[in-house]
């Protein structure tokens, strides 16, 4: 799950805990969303910085819940087609697991896994919601504590 580090960071998590993951408003993210189910994990990855990459976990404590900013006419986030009877944004409640000790940067992750493997390192992808297999996800853990030039 990508965040850009100035909008809300790992640290933002860390410091309050759990969160909303709201206002995505990609209909693929959305889906990917309304897959997971609580005690899922999820990579925290820090977009739209230098170097981008992943900087910790989180765990689902809720699942498919419904995005409160679509039904905020003051939000960035608003959508008027939605509402509370048929909502069309589903998101998860999230608590921090760790940060990790050393980030593991976007070219990191593409010397490792090629775009079938993992989507983040498809060029151009700009999903901030992406699955991401087992045996990866085993893999990009144990890369956690290694010290790599980025």
Avoid at 4 to 20: A, C, K, N
Avoid at 71 to 78: R, V
Avoid at 87 to 116: A, C, G, Y
Avoid at 119 to 143: H, Y
Wanted: with cysteine; aromatic share 12%.
């Amino acid at each position: 799950m990508k965040s850009e580090p100035d909008v809300y960071s790992i640290f933002d998590l860390e410091r309050q805990g759990e969160t909303i993951w709201d206002g995505v408003r990609n209909y693929q993210a959305r889906n990917f969303l309304r897959q997971m189910r609580q005690g899922d994990l999820a990579f925290f990855y820090h977009s739209n910085t230098n170097p981008p990459g992943i900087v910790g976990l989180m765990r689902v404590v809720k699942a498919e819940v419904a995005d409160p900013s679509q039904f905020d006419p003051e939000s960035d986030y608003y959508d008027p087609k939605s509402t509370p009877d048929s909502p069309r944004w589903q998101t998860v409640m999230l608590e921090f697991i760790e940060t990790f000790p050393n980030l593991i940067s976007l070219s990191q992750l593409r010397s490792q896994f090629t775009p079938e493997q993992l989507m983040v390192v498809k060029q151009g992808n700009r999903l901030s919601v992406m699955p991401v297999f087992t045996e990866v996800a085993d893999k990009i853990l144990a890369m956690k504590t290694c010290q790599y030039g980025s």
